[in-house]
């Protein structure tokens, strides 16, 4: 396969052992379902990305003022559905502190399941996917039993066994407002019959605290997540000194490997960008991470060119596609065990090319 010519030759003539070995083809989850032709978490968009040859969907999870873990990207949902328009629940908005941070908005926490079903979703990148913005106001918020419902029907109608990666939001901040996520998450997974490694099941959060209390509550596969800058807040409110950058070093890896079966990292920590946006060469991420036993995922790839490397952007439009497909032989190249992607139908067609 042929993508990007010397460039991309050059860009990817790394030092040795620096590219790892890779047993299978890498995994392609859709990032929120097919986010960059729906609005994020909604059936349509898991549904979507199945359609698309997605191997995983991604559902975030926060929970409702009754329990119930539902799929939005945050907690605060005013930018990811149209409750701002709703005159009953305008007494509703409020200033909190989420993870350190003061956020205004209305939060699923202050809603029963019953009142968020009667919110619709909107696309939250309304300038960069306006044609998203035709299915404002006709989705529903969906439950995470709802979406294990659909990736087991859509298993039996394509044949495949669809995955779901369930991703917990904020666990120390709704831990101590009484609304853990580990405990009904572990019971959802336990009545769908998912609880061990061999199930397509992957769960991942920024925070460490709660994984490793997951741990020691089930045995599906846990995926710690990784930043390009900051560190876990379980580790601001422990006082733990490590940040993210520590957690991707080699003795960091080690210690995650003790609780954890992979890595989700910021794409830029397997392949950096100078200040101008332009890759530099890669590092030994993914190495580190395989002699440690630890698969690696990486997050986001998005085909508008805002979202690439200069290298691979295509006219000066932000919103324009650029060469998403040789970003992806690019990662691909390297040995990335798996992608989270907005366009998991590029993501799919260039593993497909690069087989070849």
Do not use: C
């Not at 908005?105 to 044609?131: C, H, M, Y």
């Not at 590092?283 to 995922?297: E, K, Q």
Request: hydrophobic share 40%; aromatic share 8%.
């Amino acid at each position: 396969m042929v993508i990007a010519g010397a460039m991309l030759a050059a860009i990817i003539a790394v030092p040795s052992g620096a590219v790892a070995h890779r047993d299978e083809e890498p995994t392609v989850i859709g990032h929120r379902g097919a986010s960059g032709y729906r609005p994020e978490h909604t059936l349509e968009a898991y549904r979507l990305a199945i359609a698309a040859g997605a191997d995983y969907i991604e559902p975030d999870l926060v929970s409702t003022k009754d329990g119930v873990l539902v799929a939005r990207h945050e907690n605060e949902i005013s930018g990811t559905t149209d409750v701002s328009t709703k005159p009953e629940f305008a007494g509703r908005r409020a200033t909190k502190t989420i993870d350190g941070v003061a956020v205004t908005g209305w939060f699923t926490e202050d809603f029963t399941l019953a009142e968020l079903k009667t919110l619709r979703a909107k696309e939250r990148l309304p300038q960069v996917r306006p044609t998203n913005t035709a299915f404002d106001g006709t989705l529903e918020i969906p439950t995470f039993q709802e979406v294990i419902d659909l990736a087991k029907a859509e298993s039996r109608r394509h044949g495949r066994t669809i995955g779901v990666y369930p991703e917990t939001k904020h666990p120390t901040y709704f831990q101590d407002i009484g609304l853990p996520l580990e405990e009904p998450l572990v019971r959802i997974l336990k009545r769908n019959g998912l609880t061990g490694k061999r199930d397509a099941v992957i769960v991942q959060s920024f925070e460490t605290a709660n994984l490793r209390k997951l741990d020691k509550l089930i045995d599906v596969k846990l995926a710690q997540l990784i930043n390009a800058s900051g560190k876990p807040y379980d580790f601001v409110v422990a006082g733990d000194a490590r940040t993210y950058a520590d957690l991707v070093k080699p003795e960091g890896l080690k210690w995650i490997s003790r609780y954890a079966d992979g890595v989700g990292v910021e794409k830029s920590l397997i392949v950096p960008r100078d200040a101008s946006g332009k890759l530099l060469a890669p590092t030994t991420l993914i190495r580190d991470a395989h002699r440690n036993d630890l698969i690696v995922h990486g997050w986001t790839f998005r085909a508008e060119n805002q979202f690439l490397p200069a290298d691979f952007r295509i006219g000066t439009d932000p919103n324009a596609r650029g060469d998403i497909f040789a970003e992806f032989a690019l990662y691909y190249r390297l040995g990335i065990d798996g992608v989270f992607s907005d366009h998991p139908d590029t993501a799919v067609a260039a593993r497909v090319g690069f087989a070849k």
